[in-house]
């Protein structure tokens, strides 16, 4: 019953946030401030799939935006093949969504069945090399994916279901809908007995697998699951764009969420979004009076570290925690005393 009640609360609260996303856009129907949106449900989507890694099962992926890459690709080639379009017509976008969807987790199934072998540091570095090979991939077959020039020339997008992706109206709401699905399905894992297995595991994993656990199957299917998410991102920027490019797929880009995360927080599960808008908000701000805005992440993340040493919704959950324990505390002195002088009473007569 009390899944039951956790799955009904989370689908509402998500139904509910898509819901506001929509008025957003309705009331305030500037094209900026959709694109804006858009492009921060993609990166919101890769650092929310990154921290079901880090922040839930302990592994630090530096490879993670070759499968946000993988999704692009795998949907653009489909969309500009020959005749898929002509094939499957108004159902070839949600067709080329779970083709990508399945066919990037097919492919983080094998990445992850060799990279959970390894920890720590090993596994950070061997899926960096996957993703080295994944980009040397996509610059080699220069006649499928564009090599370093990307898949460029426009991704077809027929309407279907009466949403006509060309138009910003409905690719901004679209865009919207396969954000808050994303964020729900990684919300469901990390509030199901799953995910508390994944939190052991972070934890502890030897003496998670002293109690029978598979602690090897736990981390795959993390990772799979997690390379799916990031898969959804990186249609929505395919979409977006109608495009997909190599450098999608870069180890800047899975730096970047890394970044993300740790300005957003990584012990709290909007963190990540918050992370991303900061970054994006960084990046527009800086733009307005110099070029030099890696300089100025690298010195937010270097107060995020030095002087918060935590995210942003850590340091504000730990500052809430703490002015709460300082308002129960005179009544909980107060409680001990009236024991005392009780115990005294009674010891006196």
């Known amino acids: 019953m009390r899944v039951t009640n956790i799955f009904l609360r989370d689908c509402l609260i998500a139904l509910a946030c898509f819901a506001f996303l929509l008025a957003l856009g309705l009331v305030f129907p500037s094209l900026w401030l959709m694109d804006t949106l858009t492009a921060l449900f993609a990166s ?6 990154l921290h079901l890694l880090i922040g839930y099962t302990g ?15 795998i949907f653009g080639l489909l969309l500009k093949a020959p005749d898929f379009v002509a094939t499957f017509g108004a159902w070839s976008v949600p067709l080329g969504i779970v083709a990508a969807v399945l066919g990037t987790a097919l492919f983080a199934l094998i ?6 072998r390894l920890s720590e540091i090993y596994f ?10 994944f980009i040397s991939l996509i610059q080699g077959f220069v006649s499928f994916t564009g090599g370093d020039q990307g898949l460029t020339g426009g991704i077809p997008r027929p309407a279907f279901l009466g949403i006509d992706l060309t138009r910003s109206w409905d690719r901004y709401g679209f865009s919207a809908f396969v954000f808050v699905a994303g964020v729900l399905v990684i919300r469901l894992v990390t509030e199901s007995s799953f995910g508390y297995t994944l939190r052991m ?3 502890n994993e030897r003496r998670t697998s ?3 656990v598979n602690t090897y199957r736990v981390k795959v299917i993390s990772f799979t699951i997690a390379g799916s998410v990031a898969a959804l991102g990186g249609v929505i920027l395919a979409i977006f764009t109608s495009a997909a490019f190599p ?15 740790m300005l957003g927080g990584v012990n709290s599960f909007f963190g990540p979004i918050l992370g991303a808008m900061a970054m994006r908000l960084i990046n527009d701000v800086t733009l307005l009076y110099t070029t030099h805005t890696e300089l100025t992440k690298g010195i937010v993340i270097l107060f995020a570290v030095l002087v918060l040493k935590r995210g942003i919704l850590d340091y504000a959950a730990d500052l809430i925690r703490g002015r709460r324990a300082q308002g129960h505390r005179p009544s909980a002195v107060a409680d001990v005393e009236k024991v005392e002088k009780r115990e005294n009473a009674d010891a006196a007569a």
């Open 247 to 261: 450098e999608w797929a870069g180890w800047a880009h899975s730096g970047e969420a890394i970044f993300m995360i």
């Open 201 to 203: 595991v972070r934890d």
């Open 111 to 116: 990445v992850g069945l060799i990279c959970a």
């Open 59 to 73: 592994l630090v992926s530096f490879g993670h935006a070759a499968y946000f890459a993988a999704g692009a690709y």
């Open 124 to 133: 950070a570095f061997l899926t960096l090399a996957f993703q080295m090979l």
């Open 44 to 49: 919101g989507l890769l650092a929310m799939s």
């Open 210 to 212: 002293f109690l029978g």
